[in-house]
């Protein structure tokens, strides 16, 4: 017995022996798999673009498709019923006054037109008590628009709504103003049909607010989001910029030099006071701004910080750092018995370059571009697009790190489109375009921040493997 059971044993061990070699020789002779990084998102041109033109009624409209594509694309320009152009031309300037009472202006671009086109409106306001200049970057529809300016109790603000999309969309208004959130009774949801637009008075939302920040965000759908603020007593017009995300760190480009008042906007959407300081980017240099480096805003509220003697005298940007996430805008009134009022808000760089689609230069009009570098030295390509073929050669503007540099644009007979290009090498660059004309009683302005141009799309990578296609 004692024979058997050691004998059962030893076949055990050989067993054991021979399946641990056995394994030993399949890990050996496996072929070696390389490691592969994980698939990152593939950069390809945007092949479509939706921009509205919020209220397009006798203002100048410009679009354009920047010049380099040579394959097909078509854009299309609808208001209402009624089809204004079609266009199929890239680096081509189209540009018309729409007529009076005009729905909003859908712009809808494919193939070679879709891939950085702009469009902007601009108008000049000579009626009703009011005068300026009232520009505008025709937006496309988004989850989320932030709009950074006067309420209610400075100005007459009227807030558009476009829904361009063929599906129904949710918008709800979220307002902070310098007494907190407001909480109003009236309603905030509007709910879009396809192709609906709307106007909504903001008084009617929150009619004591002194300074605001709007957030437009959308539960179904995307819409488009614009406010024109007319100021009380006939202080000027303008259309508030669409201000960058909240961040905590956030540059308020383009503001013009020269007299007047400039008010810095700083809102925190966030459930916690935040501390932000506060440094000026101008054409010497940057410094903090003395007895005005921190500003202090409370929980989802919007605190003010006059700059005028700061940053009043000369063309400079805002770099602004906090603890948690804020928006900024800033509004620049000019100078005069009847000085008009224009905006500025955050912005992103323009690190896939930018166009502004309706500028104009000569005789009472002059257009400059404010170019900062907030971090290391920038270069970029300027380039002016016309209508026709005839446009001066593109040049190249250096900006100094830490810096803010002001370009005159040339002189060009009618109107023009400007594409502001990096180029290889270059920092984080951000801008704005302002334009000015002379008027009786004190020069009309308008700035227009610099957007990142509609150039390229990131598509995810795509798996070989049933959770692709299966929940």
Not at 44 to 72: D, F, I, K, N
Not at 412 to 434: D, E, M, T, Y
Request: hydrophobic letters at 45%.
């Amino acid at each position: 017995m004692r024979s058997l059971i050691e004998n059962r044993f030893g076949l055990l061990a050989l067993v054991l022996v021979a399946l641990l070699a056995l394994y030993g020789t399949a890990a050996a002779s496996r072929p070696q798999v390389a490691a592969t990084p994980a698939p990152r998102p593939e950069r390809v041109p945007v092949a479509s673009v939706t921009a509205v033109c919020p209220a397009p009624g006798e203002a100048a409209v410009g679009v354009l498709a920047p010049p380099g594509s040579r394959q097909a694309g078509a854009a299309s320009l609808v208001t209402g019923e009624k089809t204004l152009a079609t266009l199929d031309t890239p680096g081509r300037l189209w540009r018309e006054e729409v007529p009076a009472s005009s729905p909003p202006l859908v712009v809808t671009a494919s193939g070679s037109m879709a891939a950085g086109l702009e469009a902007s409106q601009t108008r000049k306001e000579t009626s009703g008590g009011q005068r300026g200049l009232a520009g505008v970057r025709c937006a496309e529809p988004t989850a989320s628009t932030w709009l950074v300016g006067p309420g209610p109790a400075a100005a007459d603000v009227t807030l558009y709504l476009s829904n361009a999309d063929p599906a129904a969309a949710i918008a709800e208004v979220m307002i902070y103003s310098g007494e907190g959130p407001v909480i109003t009774d009236r309603g905030s949801v509007f709910t879009l049909k396809p192709g609906e637009s709307r106007t909504v008075k903001v008084a009617d939302l929150a009619p004591s607010a002194l300074v605001m920040a709007i957030q437009v965000r959308t539960t179904s759908g995307r819409v488009t989001a614009a406010a024109r603020a007319l100021m009380n007593d006939g202080r000027g017009v303008d259309w508030l910029p669409v201000s960058a995300a909240p961040a905590t760190r956030v540059v308020v480009p383009a503001i013009p030099g020269g007299g007047g008042r400039r008010e810095l906007l700083v809102a925190s959407p966030e459930e916690v006071d935040t501390l932000v300081e506060i440094r000026a980017l101008t054409p010497d240099g940057t410094y903090a701004l003395k007895g005005r480096e921190l500003v202090e805003v409370p929980a989802g509220s919007v605190a003010t910080l006059d700059l005028s003697t700061g940053v009043g005298g000369q063309p400079a940007a805002l770099l602004l750092t906090s603890d948690s996430p804020v928006v900024a805008g800033l509004v620049v009134t000019g100078t005069g018995a009847r000085p008009d009022v224009a905006f500025t808000a955050g912005s992103a760089p323009i690190d896939l370059g930018s166009v502004v689609a309706e500028n104009r230069t000569g005789g009472k009009t002059a257009s400059r571009l404010l170019l900062t570098a907030p971090q290391t030295a920038g270069s970029v390509s300027v380039q002016v697009v016309t209508g026709t073929d005839e446009a001066p050669e593109p040049f190249q503007v250096d900006i100094s790190a830490e810096r803010t540099r002001q370009v005159d644009l040339p002189k060009i007979k009618g109107a023009f489109a400007v594409v502001v290009q990096p180029l290889p090498g270059s920092g984080p660059v951000h801008g704005g375009r302002v334009m000015e004309e002379r008027l009786k009683g004190g020069t009309a302005l308008t700035v227009q921040p610099l957007a990142a141009a509609r150039m390229w799309a990131l598509v995810p990578p795509i798996a070989e493997s049933a959770a692709t296609v299966l929940p």
